[in-house]
């Protein structure tokens, strides 16, 4: 998750984020914050057998914003309960699949396993 008022906080540091100060920290970190827009990012690097390493990042174009509150009912390490998609006026974690597939299915969108699995077509013969 990149959260634009916080500089791209937590990154690649969600996860344990997450783990440590959950969804009530990233709230509490967010307060007084105006610019609550979000998005999610993912990273792949590959270290091939020369030890290069070939890096391949992916964001998502669809934003959402960090709430002011935590969805009702959900738990403190849910970063999900936190996010919201704008255009729906839902918290993502209290939207259905179909919503969410929506809403994630820009084709534009190029994640970093796409891009990955593109480059490692194109260059395996190199690498098998």
């Known amino acids: 998750m990149i959260i634009d008022a ?23 970190l967010m ?7 979000a998005r999610f990012a993912s ?15 992916g964001e998502e174009s669809n934003q959402g ?17 936190v996010f919201g998609i704008e255009h729906l ?6 939207c259905s699949k179909e919503e969410v597939i929506a809403w994630d299915s820009t084709p534009e969108k190029e994640y970093s396993m796409i891009l990955f699995n593109q480059w490692l077509v194109k260059n395996y013969q190199k690498y098998s």
């Open 6 to 28: 916080l500089d791209g906080f937590p990154g690649v540091y969600t996860k344990y984020i997450m783990q440590t100060i959950g969804a009530d920290g990233i709230l509490a």
């Open 31 to 37: 307060n007084g914050k105006e610019n609550r827009l």
């Open 43 to 57: 990273c792949i690097i590959f270290i091939d057998d020369q030890g290069e390493a070939h890096t391949f990042e």
């Open 65 to 81: 914003t960090i709430a002011n509150y935590r969805a009702e009912g959900t738990e403190n390490s849910n970063l999900r309960s």
């Open 89 to 94: 006026q839902k918290m993502f974690t209290n």
